[in-house]
């Protein structure tokens, strides 16, 4: 009888341990100082789970206040970023141009105004990289810029064009896409065409609602309301129970566009967006609607100049009417790192190499980058630089130079204004809905990627102790969800938010 009461107390206390470390490990984390050496023995735990060891994980994790390194995984093996790629694009563009740096798109004429209004000739729209033409910076009206212009040009007296709308996108070099873009993502708004003239974000939106009945068409409208694109309108009207999906695909090389898919009769709109084929004259175009919508007649077409048989010389020559300045550069960054906005990231991209370099393309971009990083203590060959927005494979770079860039920015005069263009733990951003309830909401300033098997977040974390901690996961040639990695990434910055020496 002693014996078996000695056993049931021996399978109870056994119980109770493992469920207190199964719960040490879901949510509860030492309040009392620890060292080093126990977290690190932890973080190699949650690394090493097995769903990913057909995978690489490269982890950084370091003091900023005394440069010490709490964790290394992989530290100098080179990765793909992701979207990770935007915080050295991003910190760059910082360093470089300054927070206050504003871009400015020209608006010239080819000869000059008559006495009754009329401009004799053409009207040329010089863009020099803004991404910010677009409904972003002006409560989602699309057009608000194009209709300030209209005011503008009436101020100035001009009542009608008798020429054409010129879209002049010649201050970047002639890249439409990113290096080793995949082919497929043409259609997609984060794959959005490159242009210094760009209008929109470079797509047209696209809003469905539930046509009349159940298999009726879906009806739709486009923003801005456009003939640039052609669609062919497949998606049909469903019941509550299937959900909505809804497919977008521009025949390559063209405007035309396939909708395909079922919308809810429940749903009261659907959103979507597609690109377009050719950002500058999408520009010219609805420019032209604008004007002739404000009342100022615009004889000719709208065209760009890489259409342009003749007259390229009048079109260089023309005479500035007024300036259009966009948002500056810190409001810039932020849009970029908070919801990482691929073409934001690439036209800063271009805007480093065109406005330190010289030259408006990328392997320029790179080696200005390269230059500055360098100065930041970042070892240049161990980066491979593709793009701006990490959407290439092509891109490599270590979570030491992560790292280093983020202890760097983070001392440099403009590191506020960095540290503040970053997402929020459960708070707003790419990780809004991440880390929520715990000691990591409203603490972990980072930025996240994802390009398929990629799955990277990097940033800063303050320890119970206040101590500010920079940090870089990254993981690559993964085959389980994301969602796994994505809770890996959520226990250690909960980890290191309870942290305390």
Same mark, same amino acid.
């Given at each position: 009888?002693?014996?078996? #009461?000695?056993?049931?107390?021996?399978?109870?206390?056994?119980?109770?341990?493992?469920?207190?470390?199964?719960?040490?490990? #879901?949510?509860?984390?030492?309040?009392?100082?620890?060292?080093?050496?126990?977290?690190?023995?932890?973080?190699?735990?949650?690394?090493?789970?097995?769903?990913?060891? /057909?995978?690489? &994980?490269?982890?950084?994790?370091?003091?900023?206040?005394?440069?010490?390194?709490? +964790?290394?995984?992989?530290?100098?093996?080179?990765?793909?970023?992701?979207?990770?790629?935007?915080?050295?694009?991003?910190?760059?563009?910082?360093?470089?141009?300054?927070?206050?740096?504003?871009?400015?798109?020209?608006?010239?004429?080819?000869?000059?105004?008559?006495?009754?209004?009329?401009?004799?000739?053409?009207?040329?729209?010089?863009?020099?990289?803004?991404?910010?033409?677009?409904?972003?910076?002006?409560?989602?009206?699309?057009?608000?810029?194009?209709?300030? &212009?209209?005011?503008?040009?009436?101020?100035?007296?001009?009542?009608?064009?008798?020429?054409?709308?010129?879209?002049?996108?010649?201050?970047?070099?002639?890249?439409?896409?990113?290096?080793?873009?995949?082919?497929?993502?043409?259609?997609?708004? +984060?794959?959005?065409?490159? *242009?210094?003239?760009?209008?929109?974000?470079?797509?047209?939106?696209?809003?469905?609602?539930?046509?009349?009945?159940?298999?009726?068409?879906? #009806?739709?409208?486009?923003?801005?309301?456009?003939?640039?694109?052609?669609?062919?309108?497949?998606?049909?009207?469903?019941?509550?129970?299937?959900?909505?999906?809804? +497919?977008?695909?521009?025949?390559?090389?063209?405007?035309?566009?396939?909708?395909?898919?079922?919308?809810?009769?429940?749903? *009261?709109?659907?959103?979507? &967006?597609?690109?377009?084929?050719?950002?500058?004259?999408?520009?010219?175009?609805?420019?032209?609607?604008?004007?002739?919508?404000?009342?100022?007649?615009?004889?000719?077409?709208?065209?760009?100049?890489?259409?342009?048989?003749?007259?390229?010389?009048?079109?260089?020559?023309?005479?500035?009417?007024?300036?259009?300045? *966009?948002?500056?550069?810190?409001?810039?960054?932020?849009?970029? /790192?908070?919801?990482?906005?691929?073409?934001?990231?690439?036209?800063?991209?271009?805007?480093?190499?065109?406005?330190?370099?010289?030259?408006? /393309?990328?392997?320029?971009?790179?080696?200005?980058?390269?230059?500055?990083?360098?100065?930041?203590?970042?070892?240049?060959? +161990?980066?491979?630089?593709?793009?701006?927005?990490?959407?290439?494979?092509?891109?490599?770079?270590?979570?030491?130079?992560?790292?280093?860039?983020?202890?760097?920015?983070?001392?440099?005069?403009?590191?506020?204004?960095?540290? *503040?263009?970053?997402?929020?733990?459960?708070?707003?951003?790419?990780?809004?809905?991440?880390?929520?309830?715990?000691?990591?909401?409203?603490?972990?300033?980072?930025?996240?990627?994802?390009?398929?098997?990629?799955?990277?977040?990097?940033?800063?974390?303050?320890?119970?102790?206040?101590?500010?901690?920079?940090?870089?996961?990254?993981? /690559?040639?993964?085959?389980?969800?994301?969602?796994?990695?994505?809770?890996?990434?959520?226990?250690?910055?909960?980890?290191?938010?309870?942290?305390?020496?």
């Amino acid at each position: 009888m002693d014996f078996n #009461r000695r056993a049931l107390v021996l399978i109870c206390s056994l119980i109770s341990s493992i469920c207190f470390i199964q719960c040490a490990h #879901r949510a509860s984390f030492p309040a009392a100082a620890e060292s080093s050496s126990l977290l690190r023995e932890e973080l190699d735990e949650l690394f090493g789970d097995p769903q990913f060891a /057909n995978a690489h &994980w490269g982890v950084v994790i370091r003091s900023l206040e005394t440069g010490e390194t709490l +964790y290394q995984r992989n530290g100098n093996k080179g990765f793909m970023p992701a979207s990770n790629m935007k915080l050295f694009t991003t910190a760059a563009a910082l360093v470089a141009l300054g927070p206050e740096f504003q871009y400015t798109t020209d608006i010239c004429a080819t000869a000059a105004v008559d006495s009754e209004g009329v401009l004799q000739g053409d009207l040329v729209i010089r863009g020099k990289g803004d991404p910010s033409i677009s409904g972003r910076y002006t409560d989602g009206e699309v057009t608000a810029v194009f209709r300030a &212009w209209a005011d503008s040009l009436k101020a100035h007296n001009i009542r009608s064009v008798s020429g054409r709308i010129i879209g002049d996108d010649r201050y970047f070099d002639h890249e439409i896409l990113g290096d080793g873009w995949s082919w497929d993502y043409q259609s997609d708004y +984060y794959a959005a065409q490159i *242009s210094a003239l760009s209008f929109n974000e470079n797509c047209v939106n696209i809003v469905f609602s539930p046509g009349d009945s159940i298999g009726a068409l879906a #009806r739709f409208r486009l923003e801005p309301e456009t003939l640039y694109i052609s669609v062919d309108n497949q998606v049909i009207t469903g019941d509550e129970q299937g959900g909505s999906e809804i +497919y977008l695909a521009r025949k390559r090389g063209t405007n035309e566009v396939i909708c395909r898919g079922r919308l809810s009769v429940s749903e *009261s709109e659907k959103r979507d &967006w597609v690109t377009v084929e050719d950002p500058g004259k999408f520009a010219a175009v609805v420019l032209r609607d604008c004007l002739s919508a404000a009342g100022i007649r615009v004889h000719g077409e709208a065209t760009t100049v890489r259409e342009l048989q003749e007259g390229l010389d009048r079109v260089d020559r023309g005479q500035l009417i007024f300036q259009h300045q *966009s948002p500056p550069l810190k409001e810039l960054i932020r849009t970029t /790192n908070k919801v990482s906005q691929n073409l934001f990231a690439e036209l800063l991209f271009r805007t480093v190499g065109r406005n330190v370099g010289g030259q408006g /393309n990328a392997n320029t971009a790179e080696k200005v980058e390269k230059e500055l990083f360098a100065d930041m203590g970042i070892a240049p060959a +161990y980066l491979a630089i593709a793009d701006g927005s990490g959407l290439s494979r092509l891109n490599l770079v270590t979570p030491n130079s992560v790292a280093q860039l983020l202890t760097y920015v983070r001392r440099h005069a403009y590191g506020e204004v960095f540290y *503040s263009s970053l997402p929020i733990a459960g708070e707003d951003g790419t990780i809004s809905s991440r880390m929520i309830g715990t000691a990591a909401q409203n603490n972990v300033r980072a930025k996240t990627g994802y390009i398929g098997r990629v799955r990277a977040l990097s940033g800063y974390v303050t320890t119970r102790d206040g101590e500010e901690l920079v940090f870089s996961m990254i993981v /690559n040639n993964y085959t389980v969800p994301t969602s796994l990695a994505n809770t890996v990434q959520d226990r250690v910055c909960e980890r290191l938010a309870n942290f305390r020496r």
